[in-house]
Structures are given as C-alpha cells and as structure tokens.
C-alpha cells in the first residue's frame, strides 16, 4: 500500500489488516468530525496499469480534500471481500458488467454501487499488427507458443478459459502480471515473434504499439464495458464528502491513458504522475470536489 503522507510503501501482511482503516468509524462523534476535519479513507485496488492510474488519481484528489488516504493493492476477489466486509472504504476499480461479474454477484449486494467512473473500455485477445491472425479461431499452436496473460484472479483470465473451451483451443494460458505481460509483449514487438496477450482498453499498450484485439464470434468478451466505483455501506454517514466525490469521480479514457504513459514511458511514481494530470485538469477535478451543489 501507498500512504501518502509518508510516501513510503507498505506490503500487507493479510486481510485482516484492512480492518484498521474502517473499524470504529460509525460512531455518530467520529462522523462529524471526519465531514468537519477530513478523516482516513483506504480505497483498494488490483495491480493493473489501468487502475493504478484511477486509485493514485482519487487518491490526491481526496488528500486535497482534507483527507489522509491510503492506497492498498490486493487481489481481485479480496479486493471486493474487503469493501462488502467494510474493511476497506471503496474502490475505483470495477470492470463491469462482465470481466468482474461473478465478485459482482456475489459481493454487491453488501456495498453501495456508485456508477460508472468510466465507460467504452473493453477487454479481449490482442495482438500486434504485423500478424495476419484476425480472430481467436485462430489462436493455436500453429501460430502461438502460449496466451499471455495476467494473474490468476482476474476476471479477464476467466473469460479467456471460456474462450479457450468455446473455441475448442490447445493453447496453454500462462499466469504472470499486468508488469510481465507488458514487458513479453514488447520484447515480441521488438523483436517480430509472434505473440497474444489477455488485454484491455484504456491500457497505454494501445498508445505504444500497434495492437488490435482479435475478433470474437463466440461474443465471450464483452466490447463495450465500464468500471465501476464501489463504496462501503456506511460511508455516506461517515464521511459524507469523500463519499460525494467517490460518486463526482467521472473521466475519459484520454484521461487515464496521459496517467498510465507518464508512469509507463515517463518514468513518473504513480503519486506524482497522478497529481501531473490533476494539475492540468483543473476544471475536471475542481467538479468532482464540487460536493456543496450536490448535498
């Protein structure tokens, strides 16, 4: 985890360690003084570049707001146990209506779905351009040593497993990270070899490389989604302004790709590329600090 007041990262030991950041805060004296002074907020996140970017984002955006904010990577399913549990406050971080569905069917009914922060994102196979395979079909051994793919948990690695048995496919799908997929991806484009990774947009591979996603006649991807944000229930009460600007946050794909490519490319801590895009962004951020209109 990321705090940012201290600047330093912090490696959970376990769940259970998310229970300090939201235990004891319902009390009606601890509640009006986090409307009044700010208070702590841990949002979790999974390790993707995509989320990354959005977590760090909010993050200083609620730090600017008076807020002391910690930011916890964890996995995809713990990561939506936590807020339903009320061990964590919220995400930013949920690839809806397919990619995270099955953690959706089971853990929303117990958080507070605040809508879409952005939406046309997608997931699915890609590939670079230089190859002339166009569709999975196509994705055998004839043409791939293996899929590329991210860690186990993802809801993007369940989906190709249905790929793979609805396209009848003998292709292993290797578990390795959103840091590891990138950097096999590149060495194969720098190198022409063929190569298929489990991808998504906004992603800043797609601003990097010539990549298009393979087509899909089985419909197992889904071509238009949005991610989410999810709150614990509660929040409204006790902390009634970052909870409204949790439900302002709104960007653009455009917006998440500048974060993404100014860690990626730039070389800029998460932090610091976050608040480069906040910085240049005035108006937008300046909306969603916007609480007064809206209470």
């Given amino acids: 985890m990321f705090n940012f007041k201290s600047g330093k990262w912090i490696i959970p030991i376990s769940l259970s360690a998310l229970v300090l950041g939201a235990c004891g805060e319902g009390s009606n004296e601890e509640s009006s003084a986090a409307e009044d002074e700010g208070g702590d907020i841990e949002l979790v996140y999974v390790t993707w570049e995509s989320e990354v ?70 997931t699915g196979l890609a590939v670079p351009e230089y190859m002339d395979v166009t569709s999975i079909e196509e994705v055998t051994e004839d043409n791939f040593d293996e899929i ?37 991806l590149g060495e194969a484009i720098e190198n022409e070899e063929p190569v298929v990774v489990t991808a998504w947009q906004p992603h800043w591979i797609f601003n990097t490389y010539d990549l298009r996603f393979l087509e899909d006649p089985e419909g197992i991807y889904e071509e238009e989604e949005e991610i989410r944000t999810m709150v614990r229930e509660g929040l409204e009460e006790d902390h ?29 801590e998460p932090a610091e590329a976050a608040q480069e895009w906040i910085d240049n962004n005035r108006d937008t951020v300046d909306e969603w600090l916007d609480t007064e209109s809206d209470s």
């Fill in 53 to 122: 970017a959005s977590s760090n984002v909010i993050g200083n955006v609620l730090e600017e707001a008076g807020y002391d904010v910690t930011l916890t990577s964890i996995e995809q399913a713990q990561m939506w146990q936590s807020v339903a549990q009320g061990d964590a406050d919220g995400f930013v971080a949920g690839w809806l209506p397919s990619d995270m569905k099955h953690d959706y069917e089971r853990y929303g009914d117990d958080m507070v779905e605040l809508g879409p922060n952005l939406e046309g994102n997608r």
């Fill in 148 to 184: 590329v793919g991210i860690d186990a948990g993802a809801g993007i690695m369940s989906s190709t497993e249905e790929a793979l048995e609805a396209y009848d496919l003998d292709i292993t799908l290797r578990s390795t990270s959103d840091a590891v997929m990138t950097a096999q």
């Fill in 240 to 268: 009634p302004e970052a909870y409204q600007i949790l439900d302002n946050f709104y960007w653009e794909a455009e917006d998440m790709n500048e974060v993404m490519l100014d860690i990626s490319e730039n070389e800029m």
